[in-house]
Every structure is written in structure tokens, then in C-alpha cells.
């Protein structure tokens, strides 16, 4: 699905309001652990009011380190898309498997559901008292507890994640006329109300969680969101035990007290909710945990493999193009033997011929080119001599004319001479004019061995 930064996309895990979460792998490592990358959309990127609010996310998240929180381990920026990058939590989230129970008209097991609550306590109690990355801020408030951010791994995990309209408990009050920021549903009433808030909006939403898992319904429901609200704010709902009667009146009394319009009537602190749980599971003999949830889970999902260990579709067809550059066998040493035999062979073949035919009949080639060049300079009078031995051939090489001319004119006794060495340099000549070519391929040789098929033999290859 393309690349943001130095992260592969490998497929779309979610959409919200503002942002999208895609499940992402470093570039160049396809076994490599998988995270998971959230952007802002490209509609918003250039909205100020966006942008701030992810960066706000960015920096709640990126300084909080618990084991019921999603970690913020990169951000960055490629080219007018901010994302950061988080752990991926390989599993549903709560929305999914109450969905599923829903649909196979089950009711989640009373261990998982107080496992569920539990655990998401425990990391909301951890933001709350965070002091901020500066330190000295009175907490921070997750303001969107909902089923859909709180991830249940296959290892029975739970971490909240998506602290996107989280704030500083300084900063709560929301500013716009009428705007509530959180899912519908788990609002608190002073949310409803546009009042300031501080942790115990958080323990509302989670008393809201509580009802909704132990009795795999939904709480606040109506046909519009002012309906829903209005519930909220008057707190008209039915007791558990109305739509349970065996439900536990102990159990019942901490959700009663979670839900409480006012908010100081309920627990204090995220942390004080999840002790209750935990006592009221010990003394009824209840096993919460991580080995709970992960049955749970794996009743309900069927457990899919690790994104890691799935090679991406991408990556298949990429080692296809490195070998693409790699061939130049094209230059290789074969393809120039047909050159190096044509420049060797063909001096050879003429100087075979030349050869021959001198040998064959090299008198006569004399006769026939010495006339135009000695007949010239020589004394026209002395004809017989001309005619009579072959030895006026001699004056055949032309480097002598010369000398024979102009240095003695009388012309009798030099072309004697001549006439006596003529076929001795005939025949010198002959022998000298064939080593001329053995060396010509002789050099040649060497360059085709010791030349280019041995540098392209040694030469490093390309890597693979």
C-alpha cells in the first residue's frame, strides 16, 4: 500500500474521525517486527487545529511506559503527513468481541470481563498521575474510553491505546459552543455538560465498560445522541439486576458506584475501581488474568499468524529487478572471439597467398612491376640486356632507384650487379615480408589472453 517515512504499509487496520491506522514494517526487513502507523488524513493535514491535536497525542503517548498502555516508539513527518508509530497489539479490541458474543447470543465469561476492567484501570490510573513530559501537571485525563480502545491481544494483553483528545486535567473544559469530544455512549455527565473534568470522568466510562462486558449489552442506547445524553445526565438506566436477577449484588454495587451522576460519589481514583474488582474476585473465587482473556478470545476470533512471518505481497517481485541490471554478459570475452579470429585470421590468409604466390610464380610478378619502374631510369640502348636473364628484376625494390641512377649513369656493370643479387633479394624479400604478419598475431594473441577475457573473469559480480 505504499510507504510513509521509512515504513512499508501493509494494510489498513483502522479509520477515525481525524486520523488512519495502517499495520507498517520497516523498510528492507520483510521478518522484521510489525507496528502499527497512525497518520493524520490528508484532508486534515493542513488544518492547524488537527495538526495540534495529534502533536498533543504525540507527546501524552510518547512519554508514557506502562503494560495496559500503547507505546509511541517513532513520529515523523513525509512530506505533509505527520505519523507516529506504535506497538501493534496482535489481537481484537473489546468492540470486536463483545460484537462477536453478541452475534453467538453468549455472554462474555465473568473472569474475562473483570480481567478486561482490571487491567484497562491499571494503565488509566498510570496516566492520570503522569506528570507530563515536563513534569509538575496535575494528570491527564483519556476523555474516549470506549470498547474500541482497549486492545485484547491473543496472549490475553490489554493495553488502552488512541490518546487522541486526551488533556491536562487544567485544560478539560472544552472551548468550542457545544462540542463534546468522546464516543457517545461513554460520555460522563460533566462531559454531556461541557464542565471541566478530571480522572473520576474516566472511572465513568469504565463503569460503563463494566456493565456492558459482565452482561454483553449496551448500557446508553437511544434512537438520536441527545437522548443518549439525556440518560447520561439523569442517570436513567436500568440496575443490572434488572436485566439479570442472578446477577451479584456485590458486583452490582461497584458498578452502581462507578456510574454515579455525581462525580463524587464515585471511586476517587481508577486505581481504587480496579482494587474493588480484584477483591471481589478473590473472595468469590474468580480467576482473572491474561490465561482468562486469552481464552476468551480464542472462543470467539479465530487466532490468525503473526503479521511478521506473512512475506508482503510487494516484496515478491523485487529481486526480479536487481538481477535485470545485472547483465552485461553481453561484453563478455565470447562475443569478441569472432573479431579477435577475423583481425588474425585475415592477415594470415593474405600473407598465405602472398606467400604462395611467390613462391609459385614470383619471377613473374617481378617482370611484370619492374618494367614501369626500371625502364626509366635505364639506358635505353643496351635493349638485349634488358631481355636477356630475369636479372633486371632485381631493381624490383623500389628503395635502390636512387642510388642506381644518379650514382653511376653508365648503367652496364650496376645492373650486372643487380642482375646477380636480384634474385637473392628476391628471395629475401619474400621470407621478409611474412614475419610482418606472425607478429602482427602474435601481439594480437597476447591482448585477446592476456587482455579483457581475464579482467572480466576476475572482476567482481554484482551482489545477488
Not at 456493565?211 to 449489552?217: A, D, M, R, S
Request: hydrophobic content about 40%; overall charge negative.
Amino acid at each position: 500500500m505504499g510507504h510513509i517515512g521509512r515504513y512499508d504499509l501493509l494494510q489498513r487496520l483502522g479509520r477515525g474521525g481525524m486520523a488512519e491506522v495502517y499495520l507498517a514494517r520497516p523498510q528492507g526487513d520483510p521478518r522484521s517486527v510489525v507496528y502499527a502507523l497512525k497518520c493524520i488524513l490528508p484532508h486534515f493535514a493542513d488544518d492547524p487545529r488537527f495538526v495540534q491535536m495529534f502533536h498533543r497525542e504525540l507527546k501524552i503517548a510518547s512519554g508514557l511506559c506502562h503494560p495496559n498502555l500503547v507505546s509511541v516508539l517513532d513520529h515523523g513527518r513525509d512530506a505533509d503527513r505527520h505519523f507516529m508509530v506504535m506497538e501493534y497489539v496482535h489481537g481484537p479490541d473489546l468492540a470486536k468481541l463483545l460484537r462477536a458474543s453478541g452475534e453467538q447470543s453468549v455472554r462474555p465469561p465473568l473472569g474475562a470481563a473483570l480481567s478486561v476492567v482490571i487491567a484497562a484501570a491499571r494503565g488509566l490510573h498510570h496516566l492520570h498521575d503522569w506528570p507530563g513530559p515536563h513534569g509538575g501537571a496535575p494528570g491527564f485525563v483519556h476523555r474516549d474510553v470506549s470498547p474500541s480502545n482497549v486492545l485484547v491481544g491473543y496472549d490475553g494483553a490489554v493495553k488502552v491505546t488512541d490518546f487522541g483528545v486526551a488533556t491536562a486535567t487544567a485544560h478539560t473544559r472544552t472551548t468550542d459552543a457545544g462540542g463534546v469530544k468522546g464516543k457517545m455512549g461513554y460520555l460522563s455527565p460533566e462531559q454531556c455538560r461541557s464542565e471541566a473534568m478530571d480522572r473520576r470522568s474516566d472511572v465513568f466510562a469504565l463503569g460503563v465498560l463494566l456493565y456492558e462486558t459482565t452482561l454483553g449489552e449496551r448500557l446508553f442506547y437511544a434512537e438520536n445522541d441527545y437522548a443518549v445524553m439525556h440518560q447520561i445526565v439523569s442517570g436513567e438506566f436500568d440496575r443490572p439486576s434488572e436485566r439479570d436477577p442472578q446477577y451479584s449484588s456485590t458486583l452490582e454495587s461497584i458498578v452502581l458506584t462507578a456510574l454515579a451522576p455525581q462525580r463524587e460519589d464515585r471511586f476517587d481514583t481508577a486505581a481504587a475501581l480496579a482494587d474493588a474488582l480484584e477483591s471481589f474476585a478473590d473472595r468469590h473465587q474468580i480467576v482473572v488474568g491474561t490465561e482468562t482473556l486469552a481464552a476468551w478470545v480464542a472462543s470467539l476470533i479465530p487466532w490468525e499468524p503473526y503479521p511478521a512471518f506473512i512475506p508482503p505481497v510487494a516484496a515478491i517481485p523485487t529481486p526480479t529487478s536487481t538481477p535485470a541490471t545485472v547483465p552485461p554478459p553481453a561484453a563478455r570475452p565470447p562475443n569478441r572471439v569472432p573479431w579477435i579470429a577475423a583481425a588474425v585470421g585475415i592477415p594470415l590468409a593474405l600473407a598465405g597467398v602472398i606467400t604462395a604466390s611467390l613462391l609459385a610464380g614470383g619471377s613473374v610478378e617481378v617482370e611484370e612491376k619492374t618494367p614501369p619502374a626500371v625502364a626509366a631510369p635505364a639506358v635505353a640502348s643496351p635493349a638485349p640486356v634488358q631481355t636477356a636473364p630475369v636479372a633486371e628484376a632485381p631493381p624490383v625494390a623500389d628503395a635502390p632507384p636512387p642510388v642506381a641512377p644518379v650514382a653511376d649513369p653508365k648503367g652496364a656493370i650496376d645492373p650486372v650487379e643487380v642482375v646477380d643479387d636480384g634474385p637473392q633479394d628476391a628471395e629475401v624479400l619474400a621470407p621478409q615480408d611474412t614475419p610482418a604478419p606472425r607478429r602482427r598475431k602474435s601481439r594480437r594473441r597476447k591482448k585477446a589472453k592476456s587482455g579483457a577475457p581475464k579482467y572480466d573473469l576476475d572482476a567482481p559480480r554484482p551482489p545477488q
